[in-house]
């Protein structure tokens, strides 16, 4: 650009993705504990996400007994007039699941809860009304299960979970 001020203007917030990424890893290797910590922060984090905004679908207010007077159609959970739920979980669950495959639990019975609360973010997300952050999760789930399945298990997975998709959205 040959006008610097305005070409950093628009880029220089991006630095922030990087810092936050050389942050972590200095971090994690300062102290390999720091991965059960961020796991266990993401666990409680999706967890009381995830009771707010099925919260405020049932009931039309958040825990704190906000109403999105805004656009009511739409869940906001604790980010009342920000609608940001959706995108903010579609962020996080990925990270969350990775800290989970780094450094999984031992416990079966938090296994179990991890499992459903991957199920309940995945149709939280779908409830929120964000249909970027719904495409940004079912793509994080194509990858996976094309990471870790084989070629013949992974095209009729993708084919049941495409209808499964398909069919969801149809109905909502």
Request: with cysteine.
């Amino acid at each position: 650009s040959d006008d610097i001020t305005l070409s950093l203007k628009n880029t220089l917030f991006y630095l922030r993705h990087f810092i936050f990424c050389v942050s972590i890893i200095w971090l994690v290797t300062l102290d390999k504990k720091y991965i059960i910590y961020l796991r266990n922060s993401f666990f409680i984090l999706l967890l009381i996400l995830n009771l707010d905004g099925y919260h405020e679908l049932n009931f039309g207010e958040n825990l704190f007994g906000y109403k999105n007077e805004l656009r009511p159609e739409r869940l906001s959970g604790l980010f009342f007039d920000e609608l940001i739920l959706g995108s903010f979980i579609s962020k996080i669950l990925p990270l969350f699941i990775g800290l989970n495959i780094i450094k999984g639990y031992n416990n079966k019975i938090i296994k179990k809860i991890t499992w459903v609360l991957y199920v309940l973010s995945y149709f939280l997300v779908l409830y929120t009304g964000e249909r970027a952050a719904f495409i940004l999760l079912n793509f994080f789930i194509f990858l996976v299960l094309l990471a870790i399945l084989k070629t013949k298990k992974f095209f009729i997975l993708s084919f049941v979970f495409l209808i499964f998709i398909s069919s969801l959205i149809y109905l909502n």
